[in-house]
Structure formats: structure tokens, C-alpha cells
């Protein structure tokens, strides 16, 4: 059995604390992907590089079998010029981004460290990634880079997150994002009333998507969480835009509701009267089932170490195997809480728990795989 030793505890914080205090919004992840690639080197990983998007790959080496893909996401939500405070205690890390994701980077160096320092091989090879532009926009760029280099040739892929110890995120959330345009002619509010403006064109699209009645089975979501546009207070708005953000748990629910958007849009075209609809971000759903060999291990590992379990669904970098019918998971490695807010914060004792679990999946995912990675 892997151990894991009092001592990486105190590294895993300590890295925690270090990988937080790098700016990386997302698609400037440069600076903390050299970082890691400078500590996996460090320690004495077999083989480390970064590709041309940034993303860090440290390969530990193993038999011929198909290899366990172990990532973390390099990027976090927060701006480069915004400072980043941190507070660390004896029980808690407290910071933006320390959660989602500098705790699950840290992991990887931690893992990394404890496979060296042990020396344990396996049937396979075992890929350390930190990849970029999970979070946003960056519409998973990162994974699908990686998922394009091993493809299906895989035992799974197990993506970390930094909170939801207990939770197996096994089914992947659909989402599809879109910047809806809405373009006129324009002109002055005195002179040329009655003519349209761009703002009250699409306060319409968006006053009548809100009255879309969601499904719950599947669940679904329409939110639009940005709207600009306008010259002046006394000018008709010549351009105005929103940024809608769909979600479904199933793949054919999604495109059912982004058709619904787009008749709603098309509805308010007319002469004078423009939009346009551009897709800006995708975020495949898919899933394996509850009865996966790879699911039943992560609810196994749990249970033996007496934590509570369930089965989730989420967006995140496990889309894009689960979409492609590859196996893969997302796995939590602590508690806390106010995630992508300044207030952002951790656990430091349940992160233990996070850690073994890990160990535990990797030290039987070949067994439990029977040697092969569907």
C-alpha cells in the first residue's frame, strides 16, 4: 500500500499556499504550469514537458498496460491584477482560488513526491497533468488537448478538484454558451423615438427566455449572466449583447433548449431589427453508469475510509472523456466552501481523507479494470 506520510501534509499546504499565489485566470496559466513543471522535474519525475497550449505532463513510469490519466486544472477565475490575500491556520486555507483549483495542483506534486520517494510501479504508466482553461470561457481546451493525445488508450481518466471529498462526479454536465448581438440603426432619443433601439430589442429576447418554463427531468438551466451595450443615456442603443449560459444533464435536453433560444431570437427579427447568435462556449455531457468498475472503486475507496458518498453530476474537465464514452471521474479532495469568491476557503484535516483515496484508486484501478480501459 502507498503510505502517506505525516510529512506531505505539511507539503501539500505549503503548496497550496505557494500554487494560490500565482496569478493564473484563464489562458494565462504560463506562469503557474512552469511552475509545476519545475517541481515535478525537482523532484525527479521520469519524463516532464508542457505542450504548445501550457499544459504540464509528468509521466511516471509502469508496465505495458494502458496508463491512469491524474489531472488538476491550472486556471483559476480570478483577474491578473487583483491581489490574491491568503490566510492559512492550523485548520484552514482561506484565499481565492486556494480551493478550486491550487489544492488539486497541489495533489499532483504530492502524488508525484510520494511515488518517488516510494518508488511504487504499476501495470501502466501514470500521467501527473495540469492542464489549462477549464474554468469560463476557455471551453475545456486544456482537456481536449489531452483526451486528443491519449484518446481512448486509457485505464480512465480521474480529474481533482480541490472541494467535494465524497463526492464521484460521474456524469457530465451539458452546456452550450452563446453572445446574443442585437443590432439597429440607432439615433437620438428625442428625435428619433419609436425608431428601435438595440437594448430594448434584446431586454425582449431576454424578458421572453426567462419565461421559458425548464424541464426537471432533465434538469436544465438558462442563465444570462452578462449584458452590455447602449452609447448614451439620450441616444437609441445601435448594438447591444448578452451572454446566455444553457445547461442540461442530457445531451438531447440541451439541444432542445438551445432551439428553443434560437426561435425566440429569430422571433424578433424583423427590417431594422438584427441579431446574431454565436456560440462561444461547449461543454459536452456524457457519463458512464453508476455500476462502472471505475465508479464502484472511487465508492469503494470511500467507504473504507468512512466517508459519506454519493453520486454527482458537474461541469468539468471530465466532459470531455465522458462525452467520448472513455471512463473517467471527478473526484473532491476536501471541504469548505464560498468557491470563486474572495472569501474562498478549505479544510486542511479532511484533506488527508482526499489524498489516501486517490492512492487507494491508483493502487487498484488496473485490478479493478481488469487490465484494460473500457
Same mark, same amino acid.
Given at each position: ?178 453572445? +446574443?448581438? %442585437?443590432? /439597429?440603426? &440607432? ?9 428601435? !433601439?438595440?437594448?430594448? =430589442? ?123 464514452? +472513455?471512463? %473517467?471521474? /471527478?473526484? &473532491? ?9 474572495? !472569501?474562498?476557503?478549505? =479544510? ?27
Amino acid at each position: 500500500m502507498i503510505a502517506l506520510p505525516a510529512e506531505l501534509l505539511d507539503y501539500i499546504v505549503e503548496q497550496t499556499a505557494r500554487i494560490q499565489q500565482i496569478p493564473a485566470p484563464t489562458f494565462q496559466e504560463g506562469r503557474r504550469a512552469i511552475y509545476l513543471r519545475d517541481e515535478f522535474l525537482r523532484m525527479g519525475i521520469d519524463e516532464v514537458f508542457l505542450d504548445e497550449q501550457n499544459n504540464v505532463f509528468a509521466r511516471w513510469k509502469g508496465g505495458k498496460a494502458p496508463p491512469l490519466i491524474l489531472s488538476a486544472h491550472l486556471d483559476s477565475v480570478h483577474p491578473a491584477d487583483l491581489p490574491l490575500p491568503l490566510e492559512v491556520t492550523t485548520g484552514k486555507i482561506t484565499g481565492p482560488g486556494a480551493a478550486d483549483n491550487a489544492l488539486g495542483l497541489a495533489a499532483l506534486l504530492t502524488i508525484g513526491k510520494c511515488l518517488v520517494q516510494q518508488g511504487a510501479r504499476f501495470e501502466g504508466d501514470i500521467w501527473l497533468v495540469a492542464d489549462v482553461c477549464e474554468e469560463g470561457l476557455g471551453n475545456l481546451a486544456g482537456m481536449r488537448a489531452v483526451v486528443e493525445r491519449f484518446g481512448g488508450a486509457v485505464q480512465a481518466y480521474v480529474v481533482l478538484e480541490g472541494l467535494g471529498l465524497g463526492q464521484v462526479c460521474h456524469r457530465g454536465l451539458g452546456v452550450a454558451r452563446y453572445r +446574443i448581438t %442585437a443590432q /439597429c440603426q &440607432g439615433g437620438h432619443a428625442w428625435v428619433n423615438q419609436g425608431e428601435p !433601439s438595440a437594448i430594448h =430589442e434584446l431586454a425582449a429576447v431576454i424578458h421572453t427566455m426567462a419565461e421559458i418554463i425548464l424541464p426537471q427531468k432533465p434538469r436544465s438551466s438558462l442563465n444570462v449572466g452578462i449584458v452590455q451595450g447602449g452609447t448614451s443615456i439620450n441616444t437609441l442603443a445601435a448594438s447591444a449583447f448578452c451572454e446566455v449560459d444553457l445547461r442540461s444533464e442530457d445531451q438531447n435536453g440541451l439541444n432542445r433548449l438551445v432551439q428553443r433560444v434560437k426561435r425566440i431570437v429569430a422571433g424578433r427579427e424583423r427590417k431594422g431589427v438584427h441579431f446574431e447568435m454565436e456560440l462561444i462556449g461547449v461543454r459536452p455531457a456524457g457519463s458512464i453508469r453508476p455500476s462502472h468498475p471505475l465508479v464502484k472503486l472511487a465508492l469503494e475507496c470511500l467507504a473504507e475510509l468512512h466517508v459519506p458518498a454519493v453520486l454527482e453530476i458537474g461541469s468539468t474537465d471530465a466532459n470531455i472523456p465522458l462525452s467520448q464514452g +472513455i471512463p %473517467a471521474v /471527478c473526484l &473532491g479532495l476536501t471541504r469548505g466552501g464560498a468557491p470563486h469568491t474572495f !472569501s474562498e476557503y478549505l =479544510e486542511i484535516p479532511p484533506i488527508r481523507l482526499g489524498l489516501q483515496q486517490v492512492l487507494m484508486v491508483i493502487e487498484r484501478i488496473w485490478q479493478k479494470n481488469g487490465g484494460g480501459g473500457g
